[in-house]
């Protein structure tokens, strides 16, 4: 158990629909990162967020968007689903010690788009 | 742009035999490089890492060497045991301070035959 923890595990819905999946990064962590895992495209990168202030971004579909909270959990909406969009998606929180680059990832949201 | 390439895809060995994995990166910036296993349908985890100051680290049966020069970085597994056998990932950090992101290579999956 990394400390990270994710919800749903697993959600099923349509194309056209909208989502929200959530994070809370381990305690004391400050950064969240976002990652998609889909079977031919692998862990991709999505975005990063610092203590509520997005830091780093992939190349993350408009449909999507990202924010981070005062609690520090965050969240990725996923808009206008697609097919295409069903995957793994994890997070991952790393420590709030500037350098300090170890990510440790949540178990995961399967999102099933049919 | 930011690449990390992974080889080989698959790998199957005899229990007790080494496994050894191999990455490489493209932005010579990159300055951190973690090794994640990931059982099927379970999260990421990490499981060694090293940073660009370094060349080589090891811990227990696992360790990772790194050429800087080369752009390249390897896991070795020795002794390998039935429950080595996972997909394995090499990434490379690009950022710094509290702003960055891991890009993946595309994955290892290892088969240790009892």
């Known amino acids: 158990d990394s400390g990270v923890t994710q919800t749903p595990k697993h959600l099923i819905t349509a194309t056209g629909q909208r989502v929200t999946l959530r994070c809370s990064p381990r305690?004391?962590?400050?950064?969240v990162y976002w990652y998609q895992q889909s079977l031919d495209q692998g862990l991709q990168f999505l975005i990063q967020?610092?203590?509520?202030?997005?830091?780093a971004k992939g190349n993350i579909l408009e449909r999507f968007s990202a924010q981070q909270f005062p609690d520090l959990h965050s969240e990725l909406n996923l808009s206008s689903l697609e097919l295409g969009d069903s995957a793994l998606y994890f997070c991952?929180?790393?420590?709030?010690?500037?350098?300090?680059?170890?990510?440790?990832f949540g178990p995961g949201t399967r999102l099933t788009v049919t | 742009g930011e690449n990390v390439e992974q080889h080989p895809s698959t790998l199957s060995v005899q229990e007790g035999d080494s496994a050894v994995i191999k990455c490489t990166y493209s932005?010579?910036?990159?300055?951190?490089f973690p090794w994640y296993k990931q059982e099927l349908g379970k999260r990421p985890q990490l499981i060694i890492d090293?940073?660009?100051?370094?060349g080589e680290k090891k811990d227990q049966r696992i360790a990772v060497t790194l050429n800087k020069t080369a752009k390249h970085f390897s896991l070795h597994i020795t002794e390998t045991q039935p429950e080595d056998s996972a997909v394995y990932f090499c990434?490379?950090?690009?950022?710094?301070?509290?702003?960055?992101?891991?890009?993946f290579g595309q994955g290892t999956t290892l088969q240790v035959k009892p």
């Open positions: 305690s004391g962590d400050l950064s």
């Open positions: 090293i940073r660009s100051n370094v």
């Open positions: 991952a929180s790393s420590p709030r010690t500037s350098g300090a680059y170890e990510q440790y």
């Open positions: 990434a490379s950090y690009y950022g710094s301070g509290n702003t960055g992101k891991l890009i």
């Open positions: 967020y610092y203590n509520g202030e997005e830091r």
């Open positions: 932005d010579s910036a990159s300055n951190y």
